[in-house]
């Protein structure tokens, strides 16, 4: 069985704030059909979302104080705000995977926004089913904590090695089997993914990409559950971390889009996080690592990535 903190009610809450907020997201930011998202807006929902985030934060250590014990409140508030930080951190790369995707192809600002949707519904929708996946798994075979570990080791080392790499999509297995067997336009025909020419169909360039973020949600979803089990295996606090750090996904990447360079030493800092929180899970049966200590040495991490990044220009870390 799980132990978790969460009953029917927290769950159904929470299931019934996630409906609201996507609904409340994609009617806002799709106001404005074919026009693009402007950074003060971005900047705007943005704040908003990590708002809400630390508000569940709050309200969950006040009921859990109420319900339970203070030290419990505590350790549950810090496993949610540290998970949210690893999980929150993952997806700013994720965002900048969809910039180099959107980049590749030549996608409108204005045509990007549906993209963006069923990226963001993907990413929810995966992370819930690996969630469950991976919770079952863990509670049943307790060693399955060591291969995350050296999966999230080996992946934050991988990292650190290529972090200055540009990945190269004309060499991408998937975009190279899809030219070879799909017939696609030269042009975007707006949102549409497919249209009729000629008595043939024929997929637009916006199918191809829709499809490569998928793969990417897919990707992603794999790295980054495994890393919030390093902190918490309790299912009510990795999901409702999980989903917190994708809700507003959208708006982040509006605001991050033309920043993107701004943060190119923060491969680096997510790659460290990743050798942290692999490390962790595989000395955790003989050393313990405090969750407070995992939020401060993560947050740590991060903050001297970001403020690096400000410091320095591309290029420069390398300079001799």
Not at 150 to 158: E, S
Not at 214 to 234: K, L, M, Q, R, W
Request: hydrophobic share 60%; charged share 15%; aromatic share 14%.
């Amino acid at each position: 069985m799980f132990e978790t903190i969460g009953n029917v009610w927290m769950w159904s809450g929470f299931a019934l704030f996630v409906v609201v907020a996507l609904a409340i997201d994609l009617v806002v930011l799709d106001k404005k059909a074919g026009q693009k998202v402007t950074v003060k807006e971005a900047l705007g929902w943005s704040i908003l979302w990590i708002c809400l985030s630390f508000a569940f934060a709050a309200l969950l250590w006040v009921y859990l104080d109420g319900a339970f014990t203070r030290e419990l409140a505590n350790l549950k508030t810090t496993e949610f705000l540290t998970g949210y930080l690893i999980e929150k951190s993952l997806s700013v790369d994720n965002i900048f995977v969809f910039l180099m995707i959107f980049t590749f192809f030549a996608v409108p600002a204005e045509q990007q926004r549906r993209a963006l949707v069923i990226g963001v519904i993907g990413a929810i929708v995966l992370r819930v089913i690996m969630i469950l996946i991976g919770a079952w798994l863990v509670a049943k075979f307790h060693w399955i904590l060591y291969v995350f570990g050296a999966f999230l080791l080996a992946t934050g080392v991988k990292m650190l090695i290529f972090a200055d790499s540009k990945p190269d999509l004309d060499q991408n297995p998937l975009l190279k089997f899809i030219r070879k067997h799909v017939k696609l336009t030269d042009d975007f025909h707006g949102e549409q993914f497919s249209i009729i020419k000629n008595g043939t169909r024929y997929f637009t360039p916006m199918f191809v990409v829709v499809l490569m973020i998928g793969v990417t949600d897919i990707v992603f979803a794999v790295d980054s559950i495994p890393a919030i089990f390093a902190i918490t295996e309790d299912p009510f606090i990795v999901m409702t971390s999980n989903i917190f750090a994708i809700l507003g996904l959208r708006a982040l990447y509006f605001l991050l889009a033309d920043l993107a360079n701004r943060f190119h030493l923060l491969s680096y800092g997510l790659a460290l996080v990743l050798v942290f929180v692999g490390t962790k899970m595989l000395i955790v049966d003989w050393f313990k690592i405090p969750v407070f200590v995992s939020l401060g040495v993560v947050g740590g991490i991060l903050t001297i990535a970001i403020i690096a990044s400000w410091l320095t220009r591309p290029g420069e870390e390398n300079a001799g």
